[in-house]
C-alpha cells in the first residue's frame, strides 16, 4: 500500500472532541470489523476469497439478493477472490458512484509480534492486528455502509457500487482491480470512486491534527540496468568490469533529480499546509506553489525527504545482483531501479531518461513487468471537494483540510485508466507510527469510530447529490 498522504503534515493539534458515549450500532459493526481482521487474507497463507464470501453472506442477510452481488475470481488465483455489491439508485440520470477497498493484507508472523497479527486486540485506544489500519477498517465501514442502508431502507439518488478486491498488496499475484477494469468494466462504471489514501493524521496523543483528500497517485515502475561482460579469471583483473560499471551507473542516479512538476492537487497543498506554518518550510511551500521556477524554495523544500518526492517523479536503486562466482571477473551485474512517477509521466520515457543518466552504451535499461498504466490525475472538483470539506468542519471543527497527492500507489490507478477519476476521502484518523506493512499493526479505536460516522454521512451526500 502506499505511503499515507496524511503522514506528509505536521501541524499544530487541533483541541480534542469529547468523547462520545458508547453507541448500541457500534457493536454491530466492530464485530464486522473484528471478523474482517481475523480472517487471515495475505497471500502466504490466507483467502481473500473466504472473506468475501463472509461478507456476501452479511449483505445477504441485510436483504440483498443474489442478483444483486457478483463474486470472483480465476481458476490460476482461487483465493484471490473478491466481489461487487450494488444497490440501485432511483435516478435513471445519475452516474454510479463506487466504494472501492482492498481485502488483502502483508504478511505477519507470529513470532515477531508482540500479539497475534490475527486477533483484533482493543487495547490503550487502539485496535491491534494486522490489518486495522491498511485496509480493513474503511473496509468494514464500507460493508457496514451498504448493510446498514439496506436495512434502513434507504434509496439513494445515485446507484451505489462495493467492490472489495485482493492483490494490492503484491505486484506479482492476482489483482483483482486491474482484473475488473480489464474483464468488467460495466460492472465497475461509475461518476467516481472513494478509495484509500485520504484521511487524517493524529499527534501522540490521538488528537487530530489535518485532514486529507486524496486526489491523485504517481504510478509505481520497477526497471532494472544491467551490465554484461566476458568475464575472466580474477587473478587477472581489469577495469572493465560488469559490477564496476554498475556502482557507477547506480552512483549516477543517486545523484539525479527529475525536474520539478506541480499539478493542480500538489500546489494547492504546497499552498494551504505552508499558510499553516511559520517557518521557512512554510515559506518555501507557499512560494513554490506560486512560482515553481523559485530555486532556493525548491532547495529548502528538498531538504524534507516527503516534499522532494511530492515534487517530481523519484528512482531509486532497491535490490542488487552480480557474479558467479568467488574466483571468477563478473559477466553480468544488475540492479533494480523502483521509480515513483509523477502523474502524467509516462514509463517509457522515464526509462529513456535513466539511459541518459547512466550514459554508457554498455549498460541496459529496461522494463520489469507489470508495467503500470500512466497515472492519471483526478480533478479538484467541487463536487468532491465542497462536501467533504463540509463534513470535516462538522466532525473535525478547526482542523485543516487539505488536498494531497500520494507518492505511495493504489488500486485507484486501474479505474483512472477506463475513465474513473478516484478519490481518497477524509474521515478516518491514525497516528503516524502505524505499524501498517510492519510489526503490531494498530488503528486509533476513536479515529475509526468517529470515521465511520463521518464517512457513512459523506457516502449518503454523494449519493443524494447526483
Known amino acids: 500500500m502506499h505511503v499515507r498522504a496524511a503522514t506528509f503534515l505536521a501541524m499544530a493539534a487541533a483541541p480534542a472532541l469529547a468523547q ?27 483467502s481473500c476469497t473466504d472473506l468475501a464470501g463472509k461478507i456476501a453472506a452479511r449483505l445477504k442477510a441485510a436483504g440483498y439478493a443474489d442478483a444483486d452481488i457478483t463474486p470472483f475470481s480465476v481458476p490460476d488465483h482461487p483465493k484471490e477472490g473478491g466481489l461487487v455489491a450494488i444497490l440501485p439508485g432511483t435516478s435513471r440520470t445519475a452516474r454510479p458512484m463506487l466504494l472501492l477497498g482492498h481485502l488483502d493484507v502483508v504478511t505477519a508472523k507470529r513470532e515477531d509480534w508482540t500479539r ?32 446498514r442502508f439496506k436495512r434502513e431502507g434507504y434509496k439513494p439518488k445515485r446507484t451505489i457500487k462495493l467492490a ?19 474483464n468488467k468494466p460495466d460492472l465497475i462504471a461509475a461518476e467516481f470512486a472513494l478509495n484509500e489514501g485520504g484521511g487524517g493524521r493524529a499527534d501522540e496523543n490521538g488528537k487530530p491534527t489535518v485532514m486529507n ?36 551507473a547506480i552512483a549516477k542516479i543517486r545523484d539525479y533529480d527529475f525536474p520539478l512538476q506541480l499539478s493542480d492537487t500538489t500546489r494547492t497543498y504546497f499552498e494551504k499546509a505552508g499558510a499553516t506554518r511559520k517557518d521557512a518550510m512554510g515559506a518555501a511551500m507557499v512560494a513554490i506553489a506560486r512560482n515553481p521556477r523559485d530555486k532556493a524554495a525548491e532547495a529548502t523544500l528538498n531538504t524534507d525527504r516527503s516534499y ?44 529513456k531518461q535513466l539511459e541518459t543518466v547512466v550514459a554508457d552504451p ?20 467541487p463536487k468532491i471537494v465542497k462536501p467533504a470539506e463540509k463534513l470535516v468542519a462538522k466532525y473535525y471543527p478547526g ?29 478516518l484518523y491514525n497516528v503516524p507510527e502505524s505499524g501498517a506493512h510492519g510489526l503490531n499493526e494498530k488503528m486509533l479505536v476513536e479515529g475509526v469510530y468517529r470515521g465511520r460516522d463521518m464517512l457513512t454521512e459523506l457516502i449518503r451526500a454523494y449519493a443524494d447529490a447526483g
Open 116 to 147: 497475534d497479527p490475527y486477533k483484533m486486540i482493543e487495547e490503550d485506544g487502539f485496535f491491534y492486528g494486522r490489518g486495522t489500519a491498511d485496509m480493513k477498517a474503511m473496509d468494514a465501514i464500507w460493508v457496514d455502509a451498504m448493510i
Open 213 to 248: 483528500l486524496h486526489v491523485g497517485e504517481k504510478i509505481v515502475q520497477n526497471y532494472r540496468i544491467e551490465a554484461t561482460n566476458p568475464g575472466g579469471h580474477s587473478s587477472v583483473p581489469i577495469r572493465d568490469n560488469a559490477i564496476y560499471e554498475l556502482a557507477d
Open 362 to 381: 554498455r549498460m541496459t535499461v529496461t522494463l520489469v513487468q507489470p508495467i503500470r498504466p500512466p497515472a492519471v490525475p483526478p480533478p479538484l472538483d
Open 308 to 351: 522532494h518526492s511530492m515534487l517530481r517523479t523519484t528512482c531509486v536503486a532497491t535490490l542488487l545482483d552480480g557474479g558467479h562466482a568467488n574466483n571468477a571477473l563478473p559477466q553480468r551485474a544488475g540492479a533494480n531501479i523502483n521509480c515513483r512517477i509523477f502523474p502524467g509521466t509516462d514509463v517509457e520515457a522515464v526509462r
Open 399 to 427: 482542523v485543516p483540510f487539505v488536498p494531497v497527492m500520494s507518492t505511495g500507489g493504489t488500486d485507484g490507478i486501474f479505474l483512472e485508466s477506463i475513465g474513473i477519476p478516484v478519490y481518497g476521502p477524509p474521515g
Open 20 to 46: 462520545p458515549a458508547p453507541r448500541a450500532d457500534r457493536a454491530a459493526f466492530r464485530a464486522l470489523y473484528q471478523e474482517m481482521v481475523e480472517t487471515d487474507t495475505s497471500v502466504t497463507s490466507g
Open 164 to 182: 472489495l478486491t485482493c492483490g494490492e498488496e503484491t505486484t506479482w499475484a492476482f489483482n483483482g482491480a486491474e482484473w475488473l477494469a480489464k
